[in-house]
């Protein structure tokens, strides 16, 4: 693990051994900051991050850095996310420099998801680098003080750097190596998409365990609780990646009118208690799409309360 200190809460709490807790929150399609401050209200105290996506799925959404301010404002630490979909290297440096000047010390490095998927599908992408690029970019300017073109910089920012994994997609078999190459390029932290597929994540854990990346970096669970019959055939059915077992859809359909979501966030609670257990899992990323009132709830029943202070 990198001996290094940025300053973050999130990285504190992993260094000293506890099982992190982080949570998620999706800017507004506008500008109004009511909207982002309720979410807030939920979240504080709930997670020791909030990861502040980056317009995800492709749709316009209040900037990351812009929206992750506002969450310091709120007394949250902000996890920033930064695709490489819409920016070339000169845009990406100036706003990690702006993102630390102003307190933010987590950032998640993405690819980001194409724009035919989103509300711009005729928008040009960027992909000037990289997600692997991008992760060594912010790691060199971090730790050598330099820009991509080699010139110092003025003062570091000294980000604790994170990565995305999704254990599902196909081939399976590179699906580990390619987790193993973002952590050579300086992940410091990797956070999962929503895993539901138990077995198949174990055994993508045991791999990364028996190659030594969880010593290395630490590797948060992802965890999105099923609300309905509806999204889990969506999920298991549109979304690119995604592993939702027939048996999961059955439980939730057998749960009976009424008690679907009940049974969704249970699935959530039977899994991070799962994760606890499981080897190589330094703690869980709890993406609660537009459910943030539901974090409180399911922290406690989880045994995710109180949040360590340090």
Same mark, same amino acid.
């Given at each position: ?80 996310? !930064? ?23 987590? !950032?998640?490095? =993405? ?24 992760? /060594? ?21 000294? !980000? ?16 580990? /190596? ?40 630490? =590797? =948060? +669970? ?32 057998? +749960? ?28 869980? /990323? ?25």
């Amino acid at each position: 693990m990198s001996e290094f200190k940025s300053g973050s809460n999130l990285e504190k709490v992993l260094k000293a051994g506890h099982f992190a807790f982080t949570g998620e929150c999706g800017p507004p399609q506008g500008a109004n900051l009511e909207v982002l401050k309720e979410k807030a209200r939920h979240l504080k105290g709930c997670v020791d991050a909030v990861n502040v996506t980056d317009n995800q799925t492709a749709v316009v959404r209040m900037s990351s850095w812009a929206a992750s301010l506002v969450l310091i404002q709120e007394g949250l630490e902000p996890n920033y996310q !930064m695709v490489c979909r819409d920016r070339n290297r000169l845009a990406m440096q100036s706003d990690i420099l702006g993102a630390y000047a102003h307190g933010i010390r987590n !950032m998640l490095c =993405l690819s980001g998801d194409h724009q035919k998927f989103g509300n711009h599908p005729e928008s040009k992408n960027v992909f000037d680098i990289d997600s692997m690029q991008l992760i /060594h970019m912010v790691k060199e300017m971090r730790d050598q003080g330099v820009f991509l073109n080699g010139q110092e910089i003025d003062e570091a920012p000294r !980000m604790f750097i994170g990565a995305a994994s999704n254990p599902f997609a196909d081939p399976f078999e590179f699906r580990v /190596h390619r987790l193993a190459k973002k952590v050579a390029a300086g992940a410091d932290f990797i956070q999962t998409q929503c895993i539901y597929n138990m077995p198949k994540f174990k055994e993508f854990m045991k791999q990364a365990v028996d190659m030594g990346l969880t010593e290395k970096c630490y =590797l =948060l +669970a992802g965890v999105t609780p099923m609300k309905s019959v509806g999204m889990a055939r969506y999920m298991a059915t549109q979304v690119p990646g995604m592993d939702v077992p027939d048996e999961l859809i059955k439980r939730l359909k057998g +749960a009976g009118k009424g008690k679907v979501a009940e049974e969704g966030i249970k699935f959530a609670l039977e899994q991070i208690e799962e994760f606890r257990e499981m080897e190589g899992v330094a703690g869980v /990323h709890l993406m609660a799409i537009e459910w943030e009132h539901r974090v409180p709830e399911i922290a406690e029943r989880a045994g995710m309360l109180p949040r360590p202070q340090i």
